[in-house]
């Protein structure tokens, strides 16, 4: 059963910085795609960031200041946020492709659904404030 926890969450000032974990177990083999997706209240769930080996994908409004990494010794994917800014408040959720719905062309271009992220993890609140 493979399961994703997040964590790194919390409550800081516009312009501050939190670095998000995600703790991948439960599988044998590597996903074909990793991301980091978000939902704030009201609002549909978005991605952010999404991996394949060395190829990321990143959101126009993240680009420059959030950045996608994996630790594949660790099983951890991982994701940097600078210059936060308040509209970046959101749950945040880390999610895998263990299907092989997604290539890896498809996940470094930003070509995909959250229906094709067949595994996801409880979320880690981020909070920023002006």
């Known amino acids: 059963q493979v399961r994703l926890v997040e964590s790194g969450g919390g409550s800081v000032q516009a312009g501050g910085s939190l670095r998000l974990s995600c703790a991948a177990s439960?599988?044998?083999?590597?996903?074909?795609?990793m991301g980091w997706f978000r939902q704030a209240p009201g609002k549909e769930r978005e991605g952010v960031a999404t991996?394949?080996?060395?190829?990321?994908y990143y959101a126009d409004s993240v680009k420059g200041r959030f950045t996608i990494s994996q630790n594949n010794a660790k099983n951890t994917l991982y994701l940097q946020m600078n210059s936060l800014k308040p509209e970046d408040s959101a749950m945040y959720y880390c999610?895998?492709?263990?299907?092989?719905?997604?290539?890896?062309?498809?996940?470094?271009?930003?070509?995909?659904?959250?229906?094709?992220?067949?595994?996801w993890g409880q979320g880690t609140q981020v909070t920023v404030s002006s």
């Open positions: 999610a895998a492709d263990f299907s092989f719905r997604i290539s890896s062309r498809r996940c470094s271009g930003g070509d995909w659904s959250t229906s094709d992220f067949g595994y």
């Open positions: 991996i394949s080996g060395s190829s990321t």
């Open positions: 439960g599988y044998t083999y590597s996903s074909s795609c």
